[in-house]
């Protein structure tokens, strides 16, 4: 029976001085971790002692009150149909700043920086925070869902975008650029066909977080299964909420497979 060796797959400290560094460094952690508990309030006894709240909820849900699935049909299909145009508007939007925010296709600091930052500053902005100003905006329904998935979206996809861009091989750009190709050919000939795969992938996964998000929306007036789950808990039937929670789970596990299995496919077609 042979022995198996075990190694780290990091180096550790060859002196004195390391060791210190890396206790001083730990101890920093660890206090790091005790300061942000502190601020977080964590309390496993306020925890414990809200268990039975949490039991008595389960409790006035269950059984759920399947007699109103043919009433979530509609909202059901308004949250695929704005997770759909959340995200489709923001690949449209997303993809020209990724081209600008990308720094291998050209040589403005300016631009690329200027654009970096803006979809810095788009993706830190909250979706639901996004819903609110688009609800007051264009007032009650799926409308301003589809926006604030759009807007938020940008800054997400744009930055993936960018980064995939940054990642490719500079050779085709090169042979392109030597035979006076202008920067639509080269982008369309030696950008594109190298960043496609990846694009699709993640434009799969944005969709399957856009349906999550656009539940969640529906709660503050943005349409959608959301819509229907905040009534039923403010009216107090929870049977009701329970059904509307088993369906936006059941759709966000069939987007889930689905977008999985085309990732798979797509990635196992572009490996070959």
Request: hydrophobic residues 55%.
């Amino acid at each position: 029976m042979g022995t198996h060796e075990y190694r780290w797959l990091v180096s550790t400290p060859e002196s004195l001085r390391g060791w210190a560094v890396s206790g001083t460094l730990l101890l920093v952690i660890i206090a790091l971790l005790h300061w942000s508990a502190g601020g977080a309030e964590l309390s496993w006894g306020e925890l414990a002692a809200g268990l039975p709240q949490i039991g008595d909820f389960i409790s006035r849900s269950v059984p759920p009150d399947l007699d109103i699935l043919p009433k979530l049909l509609a909202p059901a299909l308004e949250t695929v149909q704005i997770a759909i145009w959340g995200t489709l508007l923001g690949i449209l939007f997303a993809v020209p700043l990724a081209f600008l925010a990308a720094r291998n296709l050209h040589s403005n600091r300016w631009l690329y920086q200027g654009t970096r930052q803006a979809l810095n500053v788009i993706r830190s902005i909250n979706e639901l925070i996004l819903a609110l100003v688009f609800v007051s905006a264009v007032g009650l329904g799926p409308f301003p869902g589809v926006l604030a998935l759009a807007v938020h979206g940008v800054g997400m996809l744009g930055k993936f975008f960018a980064d995939s861009i940054e990642e490719i091989d500079q050779g085709p750009l090169e042979a392109l650029r030597a035979t006076g190709a202008r920067p639509l050919q080269v982008i369309v000939f030696g950008v594109l066909p190298q960043v496609i795969t990846a694009w699709i992938a993640v434009i799969l996964y944005r969709f399957e977080v856009n349906l999550r998000s656009a539940t969640v929306l529906g709660m503050v007036g943005a349409g959608g299964l959301g819509f229907e789950l905040v009534s039923s808990l403010k009216l107090f039937k929870y049977p009701e909420t329970a059904t509307c929670i088993i369906v936006i789970t059941l759709m966000v596990i069939a987007a889930d497979m689905l977008s999985g299995r085309l990732r798979k496919a797509i990635q196992g077609d572009g490996r070959h």
